[in-house]
């Protein structure tokens, strides 16, 4: 009896000893289970956001006193976050405005903020419109596609190593031909999109308020008396101007009409010449005798 409690207790024992050591081992494995997890999940995040590539492109209308000036401040602001100015249109006061002006700024995507808050110091903000396009997938593929190309053209241009044949080496050479052109094309794609994603373009309209007509007339005695010598001066100066310009056409009309009285004089003179001459013989022919009868 005394030896086979003993073997109870130890087994007993035993039976405790494993079950500890397998709760240990599950408490213990628990944890780790939840960091794996967590950091799978954080894997996928970083991977997500690394695959997201944004184009951000935005519209944004001021209104200030000088836009022309303004327009120089928008340069530097640009040209300060580490962008540039692709194009600038500017226009001269006219219509009683003071000018307007169109800037199309080329900004880093992680700057798009801090120059968006800028310019909004430089007059009356009008209207903001911005907006994002993922292009991730875009850019994988065109990493694809090229990839695919390099590796098809270092293929073929070994193969163009090892032809034997005329035919064969032409038929190699136009296809690495076809393959590298379509790689040049994919590789501009491809750095017009990186160029893209990495400066996001702010198109900036500066404009400027109306100014107050000026006054329709004088309102004194003075200023009347200006208006009137101004109009008197400009009356003059237009008849002389119209009198120059007339005057060649006038010169001509006079000699044409010169000459046409001239001929009409000359002519008028040469027929009434031979009425006159025929006249006094009329008057010497003998009257015929009264008593002839």
Not at 45 to 53: G, I, L
Not at 56 to 79: F, H, L, N, Q
Not at 110 to 123: C, F, H, S
Not at 197 to 214: E, F, G, K, N, Y
């Amino acid at each position: 009896m005394l030896a086979a409690g003993i073997v109870l207790s130890g087994c007993s024992a035993g039976a405790d000893y494993s079950g500890a050591s397998d709760g240990g081992s599950t408490a213990e494995r628990a944890p780790l289970a939840v960091d794996a997890a967590d950091t799978a999940s954080d894997g996928e995040q970083n991977a997500a956001a690394a695959d997201q590539a944004l184009v951000i492109t935005g519209t944004v209308t001021i209104t200030a006193d000088d836009p022309i000036a303004a327009s120089e401040k928008a340069t530097a602001i640009a040209r300060a976050a580490g962008g540039r100015v692709d194009a600038r249109t500017e226009y001269a006061p006219r219509d009683g405005d003071a000018g307007s002006a169109t800037l199309t700024l080329r900004v880093p995507a992680d700057a798009v903020e801090d120059v968006r808050d800028q310019l909004k110091e430089l007059g009356t903000v009008e209207e903001t419109d911005f907006s994002s396009v993922d292009v991730g997938t875009q850019q994988r593929d065109l990493d694809t596609r090229i990839t695919t190309l390099r590796a098809s053209i270092a293929r073929y241009t070994s193969w163009l190593a090892d032809a034997d044949t005329t035919a064969d080496l032409i038929q190699l050479e136009q296809a690495i031909a076809e393959r590298q052109n379509e790689l040049e094309s994919l590789e501009a794609q491809q750095r017009a999109l990186d160029d893209k994603v990495a400066m996001s373009t702010i198109t900036l309209q500066l404009r400027s308020v109306a100014l107050a007509p000026p006054p329709d007339g004088p309102d004194n005695f003075w200023e009347g008396l200006v208006v009137g010598w101004n109009g008197f001066v400009a009356f003059w100066g237009g008849v002389a101007v119209a009198l120059g310009v007339g005057l060649p056409w006038l010169v001509v009309l006079g000699a044409v009409l010169t000459v046409v009285v001239l001929l009409v004089r000359r002519a008028g003179r040469s027929s009434v010449t031979p009425l006159t001459a025929s006249a006094p013989a009329a008057a010497t022919a003998p009257a015929a005798p009264s008593g002839s009868e």
